[in-house]
């Protein structure tokens, strides 16, 4: 069944800013309180190995300061684990991780390192944090987190982002597939990595999809327009999709710690 689609805000990249400087400035915590004024459902950070963007203070305080649900993006590592244990995040989204890349260049290898991920989803699992798995959109890795009991995959969206014409439209059918497959088989799909304002709506029409997470376009756009307005834009844009989803009025399924509509 459609609901209507929730929007994490990832802040990493507000981090990003403070940290060429090496002050508090400007504050992601902060952020994270303008885009939960500006309508998000929840926000994701991706605490790196490396700590280049997101600190470990920063998920202290997101812990401590924001009410909206923290989805928590970390590399399957041993001092990942034990920071999500010791937080305990609505959410942890496994995501591969590079030490040289620039960003997030692909999905977890879920059906490649199976048995390297089973210890880290079932401890996850057991302290109560949703798991989710960041993979592409493949039967192959949807069939891997099945069978590695996560409730949740996240679909890299960023080839969809950096691809165009024909080649876009087969990336697009492919999450759909995707996503479709997942529901079917009771896993939340969600999606994101690269979404814009220019290319959000096909993906926001995709029925299954449950929530995007979208940072590095709203975090780039609010130089020009202020972070409220560029995540009320997204909003705005995604709920232009909703006519598709099969859903014209206002959500069935609130986001995690909030009160349905009556
Ligand atoms: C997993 C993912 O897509 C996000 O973490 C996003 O990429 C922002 O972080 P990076 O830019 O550090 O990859
Ligand atoms: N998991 C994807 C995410 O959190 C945001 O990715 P991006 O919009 O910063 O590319």
Not at 123 to 137: C, N, W
Not at 160 to 187: D, T, Y
Request: charged share 25%; net charge negative; proline share 6%.
């Amino acid at each position: 069944m459609s609901t209507r689609l929730r929007l994490g805000v990832n802040i990493d990249h507000v981090a990003t800013i403070r940290n060429a400087r090496g002050g508090p400035h400007p504050d992601p915590v902060r952020a994270a309180q303008a885009a939960a004024a500006a309508g998000a459902d929840g926000i994701t950070a991706h605490l790196r190995e490396d700590r280049r963007h997101i600190t470990d203070g920063d998920i202290d305080r997101l812990m401590a300061e924001i009410d909206l649900p923290l989805n928590l993006e970390m590399a399957a590592t041993e001092e990942m684990l034990a920071i999500a244990l010791a937080h305990k995040p609505h959410a942890a989204c496994i995501v591969p991780e590079k030490r040289e890349e620039r960003t997030t260049e692909g999905g977890l290898e879920a059906a490649g390192q199976f048995d390297a991920l089973r210890p880290y989803v079932s401890h996850l699992a057991d302290a109560g944090i949703r798991v989710s798995l960041f993979i592409e959109p493949s039967e192959r890795q949807v069939d891997a987190a099945l069978r590695l009991g996560a409730p949740v995959v996240e679909f890299h969206t960023g080839r969809f982002a950096h691809v165009e014409g024909e080649e876009q439209a087969a990336e697009l059918k492919r999450i759909a597939n995707a996503a479709a497959l997942a529901a079917k088989n009771g896993i939340e799909p969600h999606a994101g990595h690269g979404l814009t304002f220019d290319n959000v709506v096909p993906v926001a029409a995709i029925p299954q999809l449950a929530e995007l997470n979208i940072g590095h376009f709203l975090v780039g756009e609010a130089i020009f327009t202020g972070l409220e307005a560029s995540v009320r834009r997204m909003r705005a844009l995604m709920d232009e999709a909703m006519p598709e989803r099969g859903l014209l009025g206002a959500s069935r399924h609130p986001a995690p710690g909030r009160t349905a509509p009556s």
